[in-house]
């Protein structure tokens, strides 16, 4: 088996047109995307719209709830938000996980 792939970065700026063919759709549910808040694009005349790895992400959560699941746009946009939210909120757990240990151990320590 052989796994090909690029990992993106936020420095990563993507094309309308790299987008499409990243996500495997047409430029038309990458616009409804853009209307409807899921993607921010850069404007970056005079090529046109740029768009990042994170977006790239949260434009193929968003196709994968609306394929897979028959989420409608405005559901995927809501969802996108909260696995967002949520994630965000493990990372913040897990730095205040690892801020806890390292000043047990320092009570430790110092006892």
Known sequence: MRLDGVI???LTH???ADLCRAC???AERI?????EGILT????????WRFTGQQLRRAQMALRLQND?????AGAALAV???EERN???EQLQRLDVEKRRIEIEIHDFL
């Open 8 to 10: 993106l970065d936020e």
């Open 14 to 16: 993507l094309s309308l």
């Open 24 to 26: 495997a759709t047409h």
């Open 31 to 35: 616009l409804a995307l853009v209307d």
């Open 41 to 48: 694009p850069e404007e970056v005349p005079p090529h046109g």
């Open 69 to 73: 699941l028959g989420v409608n746009l």
């Open 81 to 83: 938000q909260l696995i």
């Open 88 to 90: 965000a909120l493990r």
